[in-house]
């Protein structure tokens, strides 16, 4: 017993490095905008680097499916995990840096760090999960987990940093601290504006946590690796001894190409993993998974400040802290009550996106969306977060354990797939957001919405 929680502590751990660096920049913005020429479009060119960044895994799964085996895949997760530490270690010197570009001031150190630390956490999608496969089929579930509390536990180190922390206070009064001579209307400015108190720590001191978040993360890869109570643990272990017929069949199965040519499509069972499904069911599979995270990932997450900050800066940073705890509940649910039902699969995904339907609405019609003015706007919102994120979260398992029990190469094409589905999300919000503005800014000091 005490063997297999070593097992899943190490096991979560490990999940926790896979997108803790990248989540932990994005919730430091409130800190690191004031500070770079970029202002506020950082965020914009933060989403276009985190997909350029996607070479990463495209490079791993290309290699998968024409050069099987020829990747050592525990090395490719060392490299990455290290490259990881490093970047992280250096954002804590030079995040602050500017560089003149044709004349123009940009922060080029902090965007090609956070380029380095993009293609780090993008890879892991493609390489830490493969790995998983190795140990038996619940430890799956605990990654799952590890790999939630890599948006929380960055949240939650924020939150106690202070980050976004503000009160509203009349415009006239920042004017006066900002400015020696100011004109009639801007002495009789009488509209509020946020204004944020100062972090506990620094910025600086956020980054040396991210990285030491990082280590952890290798010194659990380390563990998972050699220590002999996890060998007992793989999934082709019987009571410690290896099951050597076993290991050359799976060694077989992930050399085993995913796809294969039209004409064996017209069988009634697929070629994919053990062929216990048909193509369309393959293709159902993947497409959920791709839009399941097209919408988690990066869709609704480029508009939640319109969605959530009209009802207050604290519905705001509750709506975001939610949605990080409803990731790792909802894996942690499937430890217990674990489901392969494709039907059901289905039926979460409608009602999740339904709930990402009403997260929409509110963003459209921000600054004055619904019940703007009353505590149940606020309330509904969070809990509409938390609901979208903790259903979406249960039908990425549900897609995880299917194609866990497919083989090493269907998990490696489910992480191209979730980055696949990032992407798409990504391209598809950002001309939105930042091009065609078709979205009006949400204000935390809201007065104007009747």
Known sequence: MAMSILTHVLASLFGMGSWVTICGVWVELPLIVPHVPEGW???SYLSVIVQIANIGPLFITLMHRFRPGTLNETAVIYFIVGFGILASFFLAFFWSETVAVRGVECSLPLLLLIFFISIVDCTSSVTFLPFMAQLKAEYLMTYYIGEGLSGLVPALMAMVQGVGVMECVNASQILRSNETHLNESEKDANYLVPHYQPANFSVEAYFFFLT????VCLVAFLLLNYHPAVAREHSNNTNGNGDHTSLRKNKRSEQKPMMRSQKIIEKPRSTFGTGRYTWIQ??????????VNALTNTGLPSVQSYACLPYG?????WS??????ANPIACFITMFYTQRSLVLMGVLTSIGSLIGVFIMSMAVLSPCPLLVNETSGAIIIVLAWFFFIFILSYVKVIVAVILRDEGHSALVWCGAVVQLGSMLGAVTMFPLVNVFEFFTSGDPCNTNCQ
Do not use: G, R
């Open 41 to 43: 479009y950082l965020p």
């Open 212 to 215: 030491a978040m990082m280590v």
């Open 282 to 291: 393959v293709v159902y599979i993947y497409i959920i998974l791709a839009w």
């Open 313 to 317: 800066d604290q519905a705001y940073h």
């Open 320 to 325: 975001a802290t939610m949605a990080n705890v």
